[in-house]
């Protein structure tokens, strides 16, 4: 029994479909439909039901994928043992924030492949929440607050963030001095978020009210500078703005609670050694680098 085809049918299995597994494993969708038609001519037994949606697995695939998933896990890791030299081999594949993927992560991501000639990696860049499983990413680097969901998440450092302002918003407009008062600004979100403050120990919720949107943090930082209102934004959007004098930190005593960065997988027995190893580096950027985070050494 090739390795290969089991693979295969756990990608087919986990993203639901062929197109989505062909993606996951960078294959075309033609090897994809001839492994698992290999596996099965194999097996005497059909493990998916294929339809105009995707595919379904039948009960004897639902069996077979947990054996198919632990033997390929084991493979893998044995596969990872004997490389020489921590070498990583394969493709790793990586959904990324676009606010600041391109700033603060990508050069991790570069230091990767070179010192890793044998890794192919390819990275994409959106703010919007991607399905890992059924787009075929190996992991994510998320940042702020995770929902709760059935992936697996390893935390690599915190994030802060603080509300801000411009100084000629503030002039025209003054500024919020407690949570209550942000319903009488102008707020500048990503969609229909709520924002979350600290009162002590107690976490106070608010809705903010606002008509400039925009999906990127960025984004909001250049609308924050033009004075179009307040924002809450992490510290390593707003860093060299608040240098700069550009904006200012707000009600202070009031600050967000503590978010993190996180490096999520779909679920399995064992992660990757290219995922743990791009988590280790990423810890490690953070630990070399503070500032460009907003945090302090």
């Not at 407009?173 to 229909?192: F, V």
């Not at 107690?202 to 809705?207: A, D, G, R």
Request: proline share 7%; net charge neutral.
């Amino acid at each position: 029994m090739d390795i290969e085809d089991l693979q295969t049918f756990v990608a087919v299995a986990d993203s639901g479909g062929i197109s989505a597994a062909a993606r996951r494993l960078g294959v075309s969708k033609s090897i994809v439909s001839r492994r698992l038609f290999r596996l099965e001519a194999e097996l005497g037994i059909q493990l998916l039901s294929r339809t105009t949606r995707g595919a379904a697995l039948t009960e004897a695939g639902a069996t077979f994928r947990d054996h198919a998933a632990r033997a390929s896990a084991e493979i893998d890791l044995a596969r990872e043992t004997i490389l020489p030299d921590g070498d990583l081999r394969g493709r790793l594949r990586v959904a990324l924030p676009l606010s600041f993927g391109p700033t603060h992560f990508a050069p991790v991501l570069a230091e990767m492949a070179l010192a890793h000639p044998q890794l192919h990696i390819h990275t994409s860049y959106s703010d919007r929440f991607v399905d890992l499983i059924a787009e075929g990413f190996d992991c994510a680097i998320r940042v702020g607050y995770l929902p709760d969901s059935n992936l697996l998440a390893r935390r690599i450092g915190p994030i802060t963030g603080k509300l801000v302002a411009s100084p000629a918003y503030l002039a025209a407009h003054g500024a919020p001095e407690t949570p209550d008062g942000i319903a009488a600004h102008q707020a500048l979100m990503q969609g229909t978020e709520t924002w979350q403050f600290l009162d002590g120990e107690k976490i106070v919720t608010v809705q903010p009210q606002g008509r400039y949107k925009a999906d990127n943090a960025t984004a909001l930082a250049a609308a924050a500078v033009a004075g179009l209102g307040i924002a809450w934004l992490p510290d390593c959007i707003t860093y060299p703005f608040v240098q700069s004098g550009q904006i200012v930190p707000i009600m202070t005593r009031y600050p967000p609670p503590p978010a993190g960065i996180y490096v999520v997988r779909p679920p399995g027995q064992y992660p990757a050694r290219k995922v743990r190893v791009l988590a280790e580096m990423l810890s490690a950027s953070l630990v070399r680098n503070p500032e460009i985070w907003g945090l302090e050494r």
